[in-house]
């Protein structure tokens, strides 16, 4: 009599298996940890604050965060004459929560630019000087490659 199993249960991973060897983990580090954190992209990911810990500082103001709950009830989506005897949390449901535009950036994204309109399709594009030129200068005059007949 044999001892197959027909539904073998899948194998148990240890240390070895389961993320590669050990041998294979260590690594060798060549700088100390606080001038390794200067350097990109650990400098840039510590030197940049997320919209979370920027609305923990002190200084941080949002003026259009309700003051008290009327304020609260007063920006919410509930229409009286629509919603009629709604129920205490439909009352207070916010834009932000159901998609509608709320003029508040919700998550430390860049807003996507629209690409730019040129008027009748047109790819000429009028370039300003960066440096305003004397009009006495005879760098600034046109040159005429033709005789005047």
């Given at each position: 009599m044999t001892c197959r199993d027909p539904y073998p249960s899948p194998r148990l991973q240890n240390d070895d298996d389961f993320i590669g060897t050990k041998?294979?983990?260590?690594?060798?580090?060549?700088?100390?940890?606080?001038?390794?954190?200067?350097?990109?992209p650990w400098g840039r990911l510590n030197s940049t604050n997320t919209l979370s810990s920027t609305r923990r500082t002190v200084y941080h103001n949002d003026p259009q965060a309700p003051k008290d709950s009327l304020d609260f009830v007063l920006k919410s989506t509930y229409d009286h004459q629509i919603q009629f005897k709604a129920s205490k949390p439909e009352v207070y449901i916010q834009p932000e929560t159901i998609g509608l535009s709320h003029g508040r950036q919700l998550k430390n994204r860049a807003i996507?630019?629209?690409?730019?309109?040129?008027?009748l399709n047109h790819p000429l594009r009028v370039a300003e000087v960066a440096k305003k030129e004397s009009i006495h200068s005879v760098r600034c005059a046109i040159r005429k490659s033709q005789n005047m007949r």
């Open positions: 041998s294979e983990l260590q690594q060798d580090w060549i700088l100390p940890t606080y001038i390794a954190q200067q350097e990109e996507p630019e629209p690409p730019q309109h040129i008027p």
